[in-house]
């Protein structure tokens, strides 16, 4: 969902005449990579350029519009972390470890939380496992105050508001953190400057992604493009990026991203999706179903853009079939076929977009924006139904008529413009159609139903 809600926001941006850095990436470090690639009998290296092959293909199945992929293996990418962690050094301190760790989640866990959740992770239902060994730690409160007030005041803003409250309490009872494993327990990792027997803690080096893909320390870009406008996170790594990023962050002399948005988990029939229940919905089949616009689309109107939000196949299909199909498809099919029995030429619209739009858009309120603009779609199918151009054309009206349909398509332009940003493909063959010298329906529907 990151990858979507990011891309429908660089899309805004850059319609609004901004240069946008959209960077994508895979985090290829840690015990969990190195653990299953072991078991599948796999070099780690041919794993992570298996998986990265994999991810890269499907984020560009679904059109997304990155401008930079970033590997955590890239030389440049270790080279920035051995920079940040050298940065970093006043801030960090030797000490022994002995507690509670999660490989799923690849994060320790504190004795607190773990009483909370009865030994067993909640998010991959496996027991936690029980560490003592030395590692290097960031002191977390030398930066605690300064993150408090960031978040606080909204100067690192945190979306959905309700988030910005449980980081806040987390922020209160978060110890020091481990930064590092011993390479006896780890030894997939990036080294340690001066220390080969320790390698970076898998978050440390995931989070250094935003900045190395900029050049980090002292490249014209970032410069240019730091901080971050947006950084968008599923709900399960918020604590990460929004306290343990800060703090790398503040450590190293660099402001905090202006916003972090958060997004919920799209649950199978209402329940959590697990392999031990056998409810994961492969989002390659989702694609294969019904094309490109029609997944977009549902995850994006109908997944909240905050909360948890729920998948069924009944849903999905008739989100295609009464929306995609009948609501827009159906529009364009009759209006175009209406424009070329009644000989109207190209209509024009000078793109702009509407200000309730751009407030949605710009609280990244995007499940919110794209239904203000179905409402939009859903009121030119009333206008045709109310406006009757063919009963105009046929009581000898035809001016009338084709000042009606041309009306018509211009509203439709202008709802095409906005679409683009949710939609690309879809809006793209709506301007093409309607803006073209003779207006003709297209060869095959939109949305065919099948």
């Given amino acids: 969902m990151d990858y979507l809600l990011a891309d429908t926001f660089a899309r805004y941006c850059r319609l609004q005449g901004d240069e946008v850095k959209f960077q994508v990436g895979t985090d290829e470090h840690g015990n969990k990579v190195f653990s299953t690639a072991q078991k599948n009998s796999i070099p780690v290296e041919q794993y992570v350029q298996e998986n990265s092959d994999k991810f890269l293909n499907f984020i560009n199945r679904l059109d997304i519009s990155y401008t930079d992929f970033v590997r955590t293996t890239d030389p440049e990418h270790i080279r920035t972390c051995q920079e940040v962690w050298q940065k970093l050094t006043p801030h960090i301190y030797s000490a022994e470890y002995d507690g509670w760790y999660c490989e799923g989640c690849e994060r320790f866990v504190t ?3 773990c009483q909370e959740n009865g030994g067993i992770c909640p998010d991959h239902q496996r027991e936690y496992q029980r560490l003592s060994e030395k590692n290097y730690y960031l002191r977390i ?3 605690k105050e300064q993150i408090r ?4 005041s909204d100067q690192m803003k945190i979306s959905p508001a309700f988030r910005k409250q449980e980081v806040l309490k987390l922020l209160e009872d978060t110890p020091d953190i481990s930064i590092s494993r ?3 327990q780890l030894s997939w990792g990036v080294p340690v400057p001066g220390d080969d027997d320790q390698v970076m803690y898998v978050w440390v080096d995931a989070l250094s992604n935003y900045i190395s893909v900029l050049g980090y320390p002292d490249s ?3 410069k240019k493009f730091w901080p971050a406008t947006a950084q968008f996170v599923g709900k399960d790594i918020l604590r990460f990026h929004a306290i343990t990023w800060p703090a790398i962050l503040l450590g190293i002399g660099l402001e905090l991203p202006k916003n972090i948005v958060t997004h919920g988990h799209v649950l199978a029939n209402g329940q959590k999706m697990s392999k031990s229940i056998g409810n994961v919905i492969d989002p390659i089949e989702v694609l294969d179903r019904k094309g490109l616009p029609a997944f977009r689309y549902f995850f994006l109107r109908h997944i909240d853009s905050f909360a948890d939000s729920d998948f069924t196949w009944e849903k999905y299909d008739d989100a295609y079939n009464n929306e995609l199909a009948n609501d827009l498809g159906n529009l364009v099919q009759r209006l175009a076929t209406l424009c070329s029995k009644n000989a ?4 024009a619209y000078l793109g702009h977009l ?13 499940s919110k924006a794209i239904n203000y603009v179905w409402q939009k779609i859903q009121s030119l199918n009333k206008r045709i139904d109310e406006e009757k151009p063919w009963t105009l054309a046929k009581n ?3 001016d009338k008529a084709k000042t009606t349909l041309l009306s018509l398509a211009q509203e439709l332009l202008k709802v095409s413009y906005h679409l683009q940003v949710f939609l690309p493909e879809t809006a793209t063959t709506i301007t093409e159609t309607f803006s073209s010298e003779r207006i003709l329906p297209p060869k095959t529907p939109l949305f065919p139903k099948n």
């Fill in 354 to 366: 509407d200000p309730e739009f751009s407030a949605l858009m710009d609280k990244f309120e995007f």
């Fill in 149 to 152: 007030t960031a978040i606080e």
């Fill in 344 to 347: 109207v030429s190209g209509a």
């Fill in 141 to 143: 409160s030398d930066f």
């Fill in 182 to 184: 011993p390479r006896k």
């Fill in 396 to 398: 000898g009206e035809v």
């Fill in 111 to 113: 004795e607190k939380e």
């Fill in 220 to 222: 014209e870009e970032l």
